[in-house]
């Protein structure tokens, strides 16, 4: 998947998180704010790189800001920003078809 534009999903409420992504030059460039990043931070980090390798994202500017999300949240937003991105809007492959 090829990143287009700057996008957001998620928002700053309590266990959400709000995913910011844009075109990158140098691989997945990842930045991270958490309210729990001492206990959560390396799960978060997995969670995010899995989700860009299954939508086979290489090139990312990628910054999230946690509240406590679970990773089915922190997934989805992820996601969520992706798709918005590369102007994807009809037909996602929701569901099993990304793991």
């Given at each position: 998947?090829?990143?287009?534009?700057?996008?957001?999903?998620?928002?700053?409420?309590?266990?959400?998180?709000?995913?910011?992504?844009?075109?990158?030059?140098?691989?997945?460039?990842?930045?991270?704010?958490?309210?729990?990043?001492?206990?959560?931070?390396?799960?978060?980090?997995k969670v995010v790189m899995e989700t860009l390798k299954n939508l086979e994202v290489g090139q990312v500017k990628i910054s999230i800001v946690d509240k406590g999300a679970l990773d089915c949240?922190?997934?989805?937003?992820?996601?969520?920003?992706?798709?918005?991105?590369?102007?994807?809007?009809?037909?996602?492959?929701?569901?099993?078809?990304?793991?």
């Amino acid at each position: 998947m090829e990143i287009v534009q700057p996008a957001m999903a998620g928002t700053l409420e309590s266990s959400d998180c709000q995913v910011t992504v844009e075109p990158g030059n140098n691989g997945i460039e990842f930045n991270l704010e958490s309210v729990v990043i001492n206990q959560y931070g390396n799960q978060i980090k997995k969670v995010v790189m899995e989700t860009l390798k299954n939508l086979e994202v290489g090139q990312v500017k990628i910054s999230i800001v946690d509240k406590g999300a679970l990773d089915c949240t922190i997934k989805a937003r992820v996601e969520g920003a992706l798709f918005r991105s590369a102007g994807q809007f009809d037909n996602l492959p929701w569901g099993g078809a990304v793991r």
